[in-house]
Every structure is written in structure tokens, then in C-alpha cells.
């Protein structure tokens, strides 16, 4: 029996063997990051206001990760944003290429700090109102999440 002929039977009688199953489930594994989101809300702006800004905590259970967008139906467009101090003066900058979210870290999306700009709201927005706005992430499951409207005089999770 010539090498070739040998090597393929051995490698044809190491696959179909009991063991294999074994060797198979012993090779490692990566888990999908998994993202999970809380307190999600969107401070009511003020009256013909064209646009809102949405909070949510978002906590990075799996390996490192990323949110590359957000969109809702009820918004002409949703952007990821930051606050940043440029000299005395607050800047919000727009984050095209999304938000880290570090292993095993919460990522707080917040007053004065990074949040979601929701522009032109299709309806007025009105405190105690739902809306759905959809997170993408670089590789966890996009997530659909209902976000409260409040009132921006009420205190970050004070109301849910």
C-alpha cells in the first residue's frame, strides 16, 4: 500500500472513529459578545423641538464589542454621540464609527456624556410614551429596545 493510500485511510478511520466526537467537542469555542441593556429613556424635549436625545446603559457581558448605529421608525435618523470639553465650551461630536464597549464593562449612555441624537421625530413626543429604537453591534445581535419618554426634570433612574 503505497503512503498516500495509508495516510488517507488513517485520516478516513481517525474521523469515522468513536473519538472524534471527543476531539471535535474538545476544540475551543467563541462565544458571541452579548450586550444587555438597561434603563433605556429619551428626555422629553421641549415643544417643535427637532430633536431628542436617548440614554441607556449598555453592559458588555461577552468579549469586546462595539455599537455601530442605532435607528428608530419614529426618527428621520438616530446617531451615536459624545460630549467632549473643547477649552470651556461643551462640543457634542458625532461618533460615526460607533461606541466601544469593552469586555466585562457598562457602558453608560448619559446626560452631559455619550448618547443617542434622535432627529426629527416623526410625531411629538409626549412623557410616558414608548418608542423603539434598534441597536446594532459590531458582533452581538441587534436588539430592538423600548425607550421612555420622561421628563427631563426627573432624575436619571428615578422613573423607569
Known amino acids: 500500500m503505497s503512503r498516500s493510500r495509508a495516510g488517507a485511510l488513517w485520516v478516513g478511520l481517525l474521523l ?3 473519538l472524534m466526537p471527543v476531539v471535535a467537542a474538545a476544540a ?3 462565544a458571541a459578545a452579548t450586550v444587555s441593556v ?3 429613556w429619551i428626555r422629553l424635549p421641549p415643544p417643535a423641538a427637532s430633536v431628542a436625545a436617548g440614554y441607556v446603559q ?3 457581558g461577552g468579549g469586546p464589542d462595539r455599537l455601530l448605529s442605532a435607528a428608530s421608525a419614529a426618527f428621520a435618523e438616530v446617531q451615536i ?9 461643551m462640543r457634542m461630536q458625532a461618533l460615526p464609527d460607533g461606541l466601544a464597549l469593552p469586555e466585562g464593562q457598562t457602558v453608560a449612555l448619559q446626560p452631559g456624556g455619550y448618547h443617542l441624537m434622535l432627529l426629527k421625530p416623526k410625531r411629538p413626543l409626549s412623557a410616558g ?13 441587534e436588539q430592538a429596545v423600548d425607550f421612555s419618554v420622561r421628563d427631563g426634570r426627573v ?6
Do not use: C, Y
Request: charged letters at 20%; aromatic letters at 2%; proline letters at 8%.
Open 58 to 60: 449598555l453592559h458588555n
Open 81 to 89: 454621540h459624545a460630549m467632549r470639553m473643547d477649552g470651556e465650551v
Open 16 to 18: 469515522t472513529s468513536p
Open 28 to 30: 475551543p469555542t467563541h
Open 129 to 141: 410614551q414608548t418608542v423603539r429604537i434598534r441597536l446594532r453591534f459590531a458582533h452581538g445581535a
Open 38 to 40: 438597561s434603563d433605556p
Open 155 to 160: 432624575a436619571q433612574g428615578a422613573a423607569k
